[in-house]
């Protein structure tokens, strides 16, 4: 019982159902009153004095009111969106309507019914029979209300024959109560599709739109990904080209971050570049977009007149900010930012990026921790770098690369130790490049591992021409300790050559490890297990040194000559470089000083006890018959020891 009173209840809870009910109804109902107006007319005629006028016209006239009235209404709703209680309402009242004109319908029918002769009886009938069939197939969505209609014209008509005395008729009634109850059996399992179908349409809506989203988010950070960091770059660069307002764009890339993620962990990194999410998200706010690019980089576009440089400020400091790590302790990171304005930086999105990322890169190496907006004197230096870059491209490398040579020594015994091997490019139109410049743009444009190739080679020749205590120290690039292939490359090259490993000194720089420790440690154990010595360059200026420099293999440190040059002068600059020495002691490592220009400075490093040292005083970088020269001159009056300050 309970099965057949909720065939005609109206599904309130599910809302998606009631709208789709809606729509199919909206186009269907109007339909239902058109064929009812136009059937009852023909009837109403039919019947026409026959019938007493009580029984045709003025019933005919009020029906087509009512139709003529319930067609406006669901015309004009057609439109109209429905709130959840409205619609169930509406759904309601058009059940209890078609109930109510079914009864009215059928009575009417009834009362003409005996008025007429065979043939409008028969009329009479085909009309009950096709009428109920069209109307309740337009009510079909609404299950309630077709089967109600059918039940009501079955049971009536079945009511009305049964008082004829009147065989044909009985079988008639038969007929009609096989064919309702096949149409109610049909509406009911329509039904049940329909409300499936609308359940996976939903369902599939929803889904496609998790879609949407996922694929435009990313998902640890919950910020928008780079996929629809560039969509909004792009609709903001449509928008300002409309003449919309300005805006700017922003490549955030945080400073000291790999450290974290590779000492302390995945969690660790994870939870950090959550905080610098919130953190971004926080000083941004509505002014703008935030990004996650991946990995450490956050994109911004920034619209409309906004204070920049407090922004980048804001920004810079929020990230400077200790970072809780989720197991205890805090990391201390930052962020260098690179931004470039519409229209003056570019008036595309990608040029905009490229831009920024100048600016970034400019940061990163000029002032980190800082935010720098892309300039006119950044782009006359983007074109310069541009040219080099193509004439680098082009470059016949073998033959415009060659290496100079500076000599490393043994300031105690006075003996020269090694050579490290600098690059110079000599380029036929722009002249002599240097390596501080084309090294650089060679690293950014992915060309640096063919230019190591090449001048390995000639370093690895020219060392063979040296005695044999005299090792070569060879200057490498990030690209060239990133993958294990690169160095095998390199040990190839070397056993090629025929010199021995235990020759050659590779020196790499810390911001060429920071990138990925985990990564550098493996590839500088392979280079050390055939028996290659590994130097840390520059040391002292790179991001965060101490805390991983245990975990490499190395043999040496290169104290960068920035501390040197200040070092007679500067008692900071002293206490550094002793500390440093202290380290390396520590850690059992050699230390070569660089940028020695002056006796002074050399004394006085000796007597802070270093031995291998580098620089003009000693020596200039030289062509490679000039180390040869070199080497005899030494050998013969060997250089004068230096002599420590009494
Ligand atoms: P670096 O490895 O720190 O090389 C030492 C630089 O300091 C050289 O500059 C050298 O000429 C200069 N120098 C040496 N002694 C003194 C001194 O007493 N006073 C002063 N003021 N400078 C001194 P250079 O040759 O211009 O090289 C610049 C940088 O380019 C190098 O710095 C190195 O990072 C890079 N580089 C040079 N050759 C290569 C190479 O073959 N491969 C790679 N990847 N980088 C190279
Ligand atoms: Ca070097
Ligand atoms: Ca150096």
Known sequence: MQAIVDLFRIETANTDL???????????????????????????????????????????????????LRFGVWLRGRRQPLDETRLAAKLRLTVGLAGALAVGFMAWSCAL??????????????YVGTTTIACVLCLVHLRAAALLVTAIVTILFCLHVSRLDNQIMRAIGLNLVIVSAALAFVIVAYYRDFTRLIGQQVELERLSRENLRLANLDTLTELPNRRSFFASLDQAAAEAGAGGQPFVVGLVDLDGFKPVNDAQGHGAGDAVLQEAARRLHAVVGGAGVVARLGGDEFGLVLRGATALAATGEAI?????????????????????????????????????VERADFALYHAKTH??????????????????QSVIEQALRHADLARELNLVFQPIVDARRGRTVAFEALARWTHPELGPISPAVFIPIAERAGLITRITAV???????????????????FNLSMADIASPQAAAALVAAIRASGLPPERVILEVTETALIQDVAQAQTVLETLKASGIAIALDD???GYSSLSYVHRLPLD????????????????????????????????TLDCVVEGIETDEQARLLKELGFVLMQ??????PMAFPDTLRYLDSEAVRAIRPVQAVA
Not at 558 to 583: G, Y
Not at 615 to 620: E, K, L, M, P
């Open 18 to 68: 009631m709208r789709a009910q809606m729509r199919a109804l909206r186009n269907q109902v109007p339909l239902l009153y058109v064929i009812l107006a136009i059937n009852s007319t023909a009837i109403a005629v039919t019947y026409l004095g026959v019938a007493p006028n009580w029984l045709t016209v003025y019933p005919l006239g009020g029906l087509l009111a009512l139709c003529s």
């Open 113 to 126: 019914f005996g008025y007429g002769d065979a043939y409008a009886q028969a009329h009479m009938l085909f």
């Open 316 to 352: 810079c400091g929020a990230l400077a900010m200790p970072f809780r790590l989720p197991h205890g302790g805090t990391a201390q990171i930052g962020a260098s930012i690179g931004f470039a304005a519409y229209p003056e930086a570019g008036h595309k999105a990608a040029q905009l």
């Open 367 to 384: 002032s980190r921790g800082a935010a720098i907006l892309f300039t006119e004197e950044h782009e006359r230096l983007l074109r310069t």
């Open 455 to 473: 001048l390995f080679g000639q370093a690895l020749a020219a060392a063979r021409a040296w005695p044999e205590r005299v090792a070569l120290s």
């Open 539 to 541: 040391f002292g200026t």
């Open 556 to 587: 040496k440190l290169k104290i960068d000559r920035s501390f040197v040059s200040e070092v007679t002068t500067d008692p900071a600059s002293r206490d550094i470089i002793t500390s440093i020495a202290a380290l390396a002691r520590n850690l």
């Open 615 to 620: 620089g003009y005083h000693f020596g200039r």
